[in-house]
């Protein structure tokens, strides 16, 4: 069935560095998709969302690329800080809002 | 800054009762939705609810399960005879408009546990 999921489980990353979170999807109609963090003990939290009329979205710190060619998504946080340690889903945000398996980012101080 | 409110953090329960889950939704929202994540696993959608009933429904979403809205601002999820299964992490969410392209905004979740 359709389904969207994540490559890597865990990505460790040094405290100011550029990190790369990727995502596949495997239904071509989807438009519409976000990325959501979630902290320990706490709900999925918006970060940013992106259409499929667009191929990048930048917020602060955070870009979302879009590849309709190959359905993937990447989001990129830039100068990587140790709040940014967190569990990362990308979401296909259609009629269900239908969460990847997550990526756990990891900050080294 | 408005916030989606859930009670209890924690619910502990004996397999086979009925447990009660509450959730406060932002007050100008008028979508509501439920979602389960077993520990380590993604987030799974359950239902969504607007104007008292509901909406949209995934295959999780079984006889077992029964929602409700007391009042005009909770919002309860009811699992009666709970199976060990049923452990997880449940978050209530809230939009302003049920349209895919408005955020949906979660709660902090109650973590249940069935013994």
């Known amino acids: 069935g359709e389904s969207v999921g994540l490559h890597l489980p865990t990505l460790s990353v040094q405290e100011g560095d550029n990190s790369i979170i990727n995502c596949a999807y495997s239904?071509?109609?989807?438009?519409?998709f976000i990325w959501y963090k979630q902290e320990s003990g706490k709900g999925p939290q918006f970060i940013i969302d992106?259409?499929?009329?667009?191929d990048k979205r930048q917020g602060q710190r955070v870009t979302v690329l879009l590849n309709k060619t190959v359905k993937h998504l990447s989001l990129q946080i830039a100068a990587t800080q140790p709040g940014d340690s967190a569990v990362y889903f990308c979401a296909d945000a259609g009629n269900m809002l239908t969460f990847g398996g997550g990526t756990r980012l990891m900050v080294k101080p | 800054e408005p916030e989606v409110t859930q009670t209890p953090s924690h619910q502990v329960t004996q397999m086979g009762q009925e447990v009660i889950l509450r959730c406060v939704p932002i007050?100008?929202?008028?979508?509501f939705y439920w979602y389960r994540q077993i520990l380590g696993q993604k987030v799974e959608f359950l239902f969504s609810f607007y104007n008292n009933e509901i909406s949209e429904k995934s295959e999780i979403f079984d006889d077992q399960f029964s929602v409700e809205r007391p009042d005009g601002s909770n919002f309860t999820l009811k699992i009666r005879s709970t199976k060990l299964e049923d452990s997880a992490m449940y978050f209530c969410?809230?939009?302003?408009?049920?349209?895919?392209?408005?955020?949906?905004?979660f709660g902090p979740g109650t973590r249940l546990t069935v013994l």
């Open positions: 007050s100008n929202h008028l979508y």
């Open positions: 992106i259409r499929s009329n667009m």
């Open positions: 969410a809230s939009s302003q408009q049920g349209s895919s392209y408005n955020e949906q905004f």
């Open positions: 239904n071509s109609a989807s438009d519409y």
